[in-house]
């Protein structure tokens, strides 16, 4: 099977000179372009780079970002729903967002669902009912999940679609990991999974908890599609042993199998400008020489966060300064950080999870402070949203339980442990996303500690101990 792979792949990479000349000079180009893009980065003020590792941060250029995707006529011109497949007619839908998130089409509630990955912009979908209320109508979609109105373009009446077809095309290192590239006759509903994984109901009612990461294989399901011609080239992919594909009603699904179960961190996929589907699936991060790593001060400028009960320490410096002080930790161990902001300003949740889209870090921590009325809760917890995102939360929340076991000799309750929450910033899906909260500012006692210098240094260095636990460095 590998054999037939690659003499595709040669046949590829022969079709002529001209395009490898092109493609040579594209990544020169690029080459250029980044290089320009990190020095307008590293001069702008509110840049460091200390030790061996670097500081950035991801404000710079946000603006600019782009997301590729297919647009009509350019590259392989894919079916759509505009044009007359013969099959009929029906209300169609087409995803206008890069990340259009999806809940459980045969539940009512609307909550977010980490069993469901957002489909990518330009998946085109048949609408089976609208559901929600007049203002914020839900979809109900024919590949089974739900999806809010804002992420949707409707189209009532559009042709129906035909059964798909999938071609592996290639595969390419990249950044990060490795890009599998499938080459479809239309951009169908993708869904993709990890599992097994058993799950429990726990904070805040969600059934979304894991004990222990277990998945052994990844399962990217593509709708309505009836075949792949090739398995995709898996060689690259040091998380991956072996892929099957399995047909079935409804779709088929491609199946990684992870070379060891619950070691698997994080993917990435869209439909690109040349109307392929490319998932980039991360490599190792255990044995990679310089990973990166998101740090996210939660809050900042107009939005403090949190204060103690007296309005005097604000959530929005203190997580900046614990950010800051685990940021030059880690970068004097070599390893690259990205701080989504390094002074008291603003950045929007959703410019969080883009700062996390684009850099592909190896892993994202959120950091916060609690809040709570009565000014009798304390202690600290760790959250996630992915199953392969809770080994990180747990490997923090074993550092930040110790600190707190100081605060609190022999008190277990000061570990409130890890559990499933949906917040913006973790919601991805590119790598293991967590956020900790580092204890309560409205707790007199947790507030004293918070604001003390040599408290935030603890909090900081119990972020790093776990953060480095997961990427396997030696502390
Ligand atoms: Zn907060």
């Not at 490898?20 to 320009?36: G, N």
Request: some cysteine; hydrophobic content about 35%; overall charge neutral.
């Amino acid at each position: 099977m590998r054999k037939e792979k690659s003499n595709k792949h040669n046949k590829k990479t022969k079709t002529g000179a001209f395009l490898k000349i092109a493609l040579v000079f594209s990544l020169l180009l690029i080459a250029v372009l980044s290089a320009a893009l990190v020095y307008v980065t590293v001069q702008s003020p509110v840049n460091v780079i200390t030790g061996t590792g670097k500081i950035l941060t991801g404000r710079s250029g946000i603006r600019e970002l782009s997301y590729s995707y297919y647009k009509k006529g350019r590259g392989k011109k894919l079916l759509t729903p505009y044009e007359d497949h013969g099959l009929g007619t029906g209300m169609m839908c087409e995803v206008i967002v890069p990340y259009g998130e999806c809940t459980d089409g045969a539940e009512e509630s609307n909550s977010s669902d980490p069993l469901y990955s957002p489909l990518a912009r330009g998946t085109v979908d048949r609408v089976l009912s609208v559901a929600g209320t007049a203002e914020q109508p839900v979809y109900v979609l024919e590949s089974g999940v739900k999806i809010n109105d804002e992420y949707i373009k409707i189209t009532d009446p559009a042709y129906l679609m035909p059964e798909n077809t999938l071609r592996y095309y290639g595969s390419e290192p990249v950044i990060g990991g490795i890009k599998l590239l499938f080459e479809t006759d239309w951009a169908v509903p993708v869904r993709v999974t990890l599992d097994p994984q058993s799950y429990f109901t726990g904070y805040d009612n969600r059934a979304f908890n894991v004990t222990e990461f277990s998945a052994k294989y990844l399962d990217i399901h593509f709708s309505r599609t009836v075949s792949l011609d090739a398995l995709p080239d898996i060689s690259g992919l040091d998380v991956v042993k072996k892929c099957v594909w399995i047909g079935g009603e409804g779709g088929g699904t491609l199946r990684l199998y992870l070379k060891k179960s619950g070691q698997f961190y994080g993917y990435s996929y869209e439909l690109d400008r040349n109307g392929r589907f490319a998932f980039v699936i991360k490599k190792n991060i255990r044995q990679d020489a310089t990973p990166t790593v998101i740090l996210d001060p939660g809050h900042g400028g107009t939005d403090p966060g949190a204060a103690s009960v007296d309005g005097a320490v604000l959530e929005s410096l203190m997580t900046l300064d614990i950010a800051n002080q685990a940021a030059e930790m880690l970068s004097e161990r070599g390893i690259r950080v990205v701080l989504t902001r390094r002074d008291d300003v603003f950045v929007s949740l959703d410019e969080r999870a883009l700062i996390t889209r684009k850099y592909s870090p190896d892993l994202f921590v959120a950091i916060h402070c609690d809040s709570e009325e009565t000014g009798t809760a304390y202690g600290t917890h760790t959250f996630y949203y992915k199953n392969y995102s809770a080994p990180l939360a747990q490997s923090i929340q074993k550092y930040m339980a110790q600190v707190y076991g100081e605060l609190y000799p022999g008190d277990a309750a000061a570990d409130k442990g890890t559990k499933f929450y949906p917040f913006a910033v973790t919601r991805v899906e590119e790598c293991p996303s967590v956020l900790v909260e580092c204890g309560y500012l409205t707790n007199e006692s947790n507030c004293a500690f918070i604001n003390s210098a040599a408290g935030r240094i603890k909090i900081a260095d119990a972020i790093v101990r776990g953060i480095l636990e997961q990427l396997n460095v030696k502390f």
